[in-house]
């Protein structure tokens, strides 16, 4: 089997395999990355902490487990959080195998946050922390590149107003036990006709996109490292331990406990 070259330095850590380079990147709390660009097209997953990029007059917000796509030199601005970050990056070489033909110039800089593509990088993660074999490395990489760039589901409408401050209310209180006719009448609809207006332009139940924000919650909390599970659970708005393990391993197709253990041990 071919072994990677492991490169250290004090920020990153590289495994240049032949078809492709991972390099795991730390940022310093508060740091800022004025305008640059990366190079070669990749994809990168935040593993720990959070940071907000700007490419162009557009800021996207990225946390633990929010995936981003960048086409060759896209320049761009980094902001990151008061805790820092540690982020993967999957640098793609010139070759048909893992370059597929989704990855042009055509391809616009975007950052996902859906449970599929969070679920797909945790299994890509795993298998960089556990795979003794590259081929089951490079096996991952491929998946998670397919769920990434599988045609997005669009509609022509333009979101109500009203849906913004649903979306809000549930970002704010997400601890909270939410209901949609409470959430409803907080807007003056009708219960049926929010979840009709929800399902079409989130592709998802509101009850699904809150478990989505609390999952995410909990992947922060977890990759932190500071709290128990079964306090991650209640302060994420969970009825108990056992609740979060069920919706975590159907979500993520992981448990928490070994996605934090993967935290602690990947690359090193």
């Known amino acids: ?39 070669p097209a990749r994809i990168s997953i935040v593993l720990q902490g959070d940071l907000t990029e700007k490419v162009s007059r557009q800021n996207e917000y990225a946390t ?29 070489k010139r070759t048909p195998l893992l370059a597929p033909t989704h990855f042009d110039d055509k391809q616009d800089w975007v950052w996902f946050h859906n449970p599929i593509h969070t679920s797909q990088g945790i299994q890509f993660l795993h298998a960089l922390d556990t795979s003794i074999q ?67 332009h989130f592709g998802c139940s509101v009850k699904e996109y809150l478990h989505n924000v609390r999952m995410r919650k909990v992947l922060d909390a977890l990759s932190a490292g500071k709290q128990s599970i079964s306090e991650i659970a209640y302060d994420c708005g969970f009825a108990d331990q056992s609740h979060l393990n069920r919706l975590f391993k159907s979500k993520i197709r992981s448990t928490p406990k070994r996605f934090n253990k993967m935290v602690q041990t990947i690359m090193e």
């Not at 981003?68 to 999957?90: L, M, Q």
């Not at 549930?170 to 807007?187: G, H, M, T, W």
């Open 64 to 92: 633990t487990s929010s995936i981003v796509y960048k086409p060759e030199g896209v320049e761009h601005c980094n902001t990151f959080g008061p805790k820092g970050a540690r982020i993967i990056s999957i640098i793609y």
């Open 1 to 39: 089997m071919e072994e990677p070259v492991i490169i250290s330095h004090p920020n990153y850590k590289c495994l240049n395999y032949k078809d492709f380079v991972i390099i795991d990147s730390t940022y310093s709390p508060n740091f800022k990355y004025d305008l640059h660009h990366d190079g």
């Open 134 to 200: 590259m081929s089951a490395v490079e096996e991952s990489i491929m998946e998670l590149t397919s769920t990434l760039f599988k045609a997005p589901h669009s509609i022509s409408k333009a979101p109500p107003p009203w849906l913004k401050h649903i979306t809000n209310c549930i970002q704010d209180e997400y601890d909270q036990s939410l209901r949609v006719k409470d959430l409803a009448k907080s807007v003056q609809v009708h219960p049926v006709y929010l979840a009709r207006v929800f399902r079409q």
